[in-house]
C-alpha cells in the first residue's frame, strides 16, 4: 500500500509496451483510489527474455523467461505489485504469489503486418514470413504450407525495421500491444479468430502480488474486470492441463456471451502438418472445468506424442 512515506513501486519489463502496461495500471489505480501520480514508482527490470536476444525463446527456457526475475524481485519485496501480459505467465504462479487483478482485456487478434502485402492469402507463393513464435509458425505453416518461415525477434521497432531492410515481407504482432503503442496502423490486418486462433490469454494484463498482502489485494480488488477474469480462468486451465510452454504450439480463447461461455482452443505440430481443435459452451462459472476438459480431448485425439513432435 502506498504511504505518504513510501510510493507504491510497480515492477515491469523494460520495453516500451511492458513501460506502456505498468502506465495503464497505475493510471487505473490513480483514478480509482484518487491517488497522486507521486503515491506510485515504476521500476523497470531486465529479464532473461529481455537480455538473450539471439536465439528463438524455445531454445532458451519457454515461458518464465520474461517473468523470472521480476517475481524474484516481488518475493524479495523489493517491489509491491508487478505487471504482466498475461500471455506470457507461467501457468503457476511461485509460493507466495497470486494474480487476481486483470485489466479489461484489449483486442485479443493476431495483427498482419507487412509494408505491402494486404493479408495472409495475399502473400505470394513462397513469401518469406518472419516470426519466433511457434504458435503462429505452426498456424501459418498449416494453412500456407509454401510460405517460408525465418526467425525473428526483438521489440516492435526492431521487426518493423527487418521488413523494412527486406528481411522477410510480413510478420505477426498482437493487435493489443500495437494498440497499446497507438501503433495500430502498422497492421494491414487484423486476422480474425477463426482464421487464426490467439494464443492463451493473448491481450489480457495480469497483476501479481504477494498472497500475505492484504493492502494490495484491497487496493487492486478496484481495478479487477471480473469478465477478463473469467474468460483468463478457462485458458489458463485449459493450458495448464497442456502444460503449455513455449515449445507446444497452443491456441486458446473464450468468449462470453451473458452467462455463457464458448471456449475453443487448438494445438498443433510445431511444422504445421496436424492441426486437433475442439471446442466447448458452457456456464461462464465453469470456465476453469472447461479447459481442462477441453484440453483432455485434444490430448486424447491427439495421441501419445503429438506435442513432442
Ligand atoms: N510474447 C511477447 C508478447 N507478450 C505480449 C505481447 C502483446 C500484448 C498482449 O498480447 O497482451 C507480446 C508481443 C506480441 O505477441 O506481439
Redesign the pocket.
Known amino acids: 500500500m502506498p504511504t505518504p512515506t513510501r510510493p507504491l513501486r510497480i515492477g515491469t519489463r523494460g520495453s516500451v509496451?511492458a513501460l506502456a502496461q505498468a502506465h495503464e495500471t497505475r493510471d487505473r489505480l490513480m483514478a480509482a483510489h484518487g491517488l497522486p501520480q507521486d503515491a506510485f514508482q515504476i521500476i523497470p527490470i531486465k529479464t532473461t527474455g529481455d537480455r538473450v536476444l539471439d536465439r528463438p525463446l524455445s531454445q532458451i527456457g519457454g515461458k518464465g523467461l520474461f517473468t523470472r526475475e521480476i517475481e524474484e524481485a516481488l518475493t524479495e519485496g523489493a517491489i509491491d505489485i508487478a505487471v504482466h501480459?498475461?500471455?506470457?505467465m507461467p501457468t503457476l504462479q511461485p509460493d507466495g504469489l497470486v494474480i487476481d487483478c486483470l485489466l479489461p482485456r484489449?483486442d485479443v487478434r493476431d495483427a498482419f503486418v507487412s509494408p505491402h502485402v494486404a493479408s495472409i492469402t495475399a502473400l505470394p507463393q513462397g513469401a518469406v514470413v518472419g516470426s519466433s513464435?511457434l504458435r503462429r509458425r505452426a498456424q501459418l505453416a498449416h494453412r500456407r504450407p509454401d510460405l517460408q518461415l525465418v526467425e525473428f525477434r526483438g521489440n516492435v521497432q526492431t521487426r518493423l525495421q527487418k521488413l523494412a531492410d527486406g528481411v522477410a515481407v510480413a510478420t505477426?504482432?498482437?493487435m493489443?500491444?500495437l494498440s497499446?503503442l497507438d501503433m495500430r496502423h502498422v497492421a494491414q490486418s487484423a486476422i480474425d479468430p477463426d482464421e487464426m486462433l490467439p494464443?492463451v490469454a493473448?491481450?489480457?494484463?495480469g497483476i501479481e502480488r504477494r498472497a500475505d498482502d492484504q493492502g494490495c489485494a484491497m487496493l487492486l480488488s478496484s481495478i479487477n474486470d471480473p469478465l477478463t477474469a473469467l474468460r483468463i480462468e478457462a485458458e489458463r486451465a485449459f493450458l495448464r492441463r497442456l502444460d503449455g510452454s513455449c515449445q507446444t504450439p497452443i491456441a486458446g480463447l473464450a468468449t462470453l456471451d451473458g452467462d455463457r461461455m464458448t471456449l475453443r482452443g487448438e494445438i498443433l505440430r510445431p511444422d504445421g502438418s496436424e492441426v486437433v481443435a475442439g471446442v466447448r459452451d458452457g456456464l461462464a462459472s465453469d470456465g476453469a472445468a472447461m479447459g481442462t476438459d477441453l484440453a483432455e480431448e485434444l490430448l486424447s485425439r491427439a495421441g501419445p506424442g503429438f506435442l513432442m513432435a
Not at 501480459?85 to 506470457?88: G, L, Q, R, V
Not at 493473448?202 to 494484463?205: C, L, N, R, S, Y
Open positions: 509496451l501480459s498475461m500471455k506470457d484489449e513464435s505477426f504482432l498482437a493489443a500491444g497499446r494464443a493473448q491481450g489480457a494484463i
